[in-house]
């Protein structure tokens, strides 16, 4: 019988999801069928529940039910514990594992192929929202020289700041507040660039080699890649490498197998021009 998996969201008709496990499952000769499901804003649960009672085996969770499907998971790996917010289900029995592939597939994008190295990196993470607690962890492992969390709301990257103290040392404040520094690695994990806008980022933010990282991906270069490369910043990169990377980390949480990424960021770039 074909295995069934599903990504959930609303909106969701605009996911590249089905596309991308289309794709993986073709590559690696595996029999299971991708879906999207639109689930009403109050009816995440039961979406879930009625696809897990009709055999399905997995689900990826998008936008707005990553903290709900944080709460509904009955297992959690560490990665989705500290995130607190779930992007992949596995179901086994009565179980409900969550996991968060988010911050994995930034990295690996970023270092294996970006080929750009965090460990010893001075890192901006622009943002302060779910999409920038979803990797702060995994940029940690990396042991970047610093990593600094930068918000157009301040208090809350001096919240994330507190909460991974644990973790590793963050640096964070308002944008302004790093003015005269300069960093090697500088991630837009705000929504800003959704509305076409860009936060108000200091002059000189990036170092000679700079990496300017957009976890958004649009058709024509987001605001931020647009500034950076104004400013300098020779190496720009938008988020289709992260999101066929947490799609890659999913597949092999379920299959147990790792698709080859690169074939596939490739027909997603090139479907897009
Ligand atoms: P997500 O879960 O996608 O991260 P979120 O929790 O709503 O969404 O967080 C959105 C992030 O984008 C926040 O860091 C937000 O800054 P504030 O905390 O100050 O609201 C940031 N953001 C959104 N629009 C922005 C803009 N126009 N300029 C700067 N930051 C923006």
Redesign the pocket.
Known sequence: MTDRYAVVGNPVAHSKSPLIHAAFARQTHQDLYYEAILAPLDGFISAVEIFRQQGGKGMNIT?PF?LQAHQLANELTERARVAQAVNTFKFENETILGDNTDGAGLIRDITANLNFPVYGKRVLL???????RGVILPLLQQQPALLAVA???PR?ALDLQQQFATHGQISAGGYLDFAGEQFDIIIN????SL?D????LPGDIFAAKALAYDMMYSTKPTRFLQYAAQRGAPHLADGIGMLVEQAAESFYLWRGIRPDTRAVIAQLRNSRN
């Open positions: 936008v990553k622009m943002g302060a929202g779910g999409a920038s918000n157009r709301t809350k994990a705000t929504a800003a509305n806008d860009l936060p108000e």
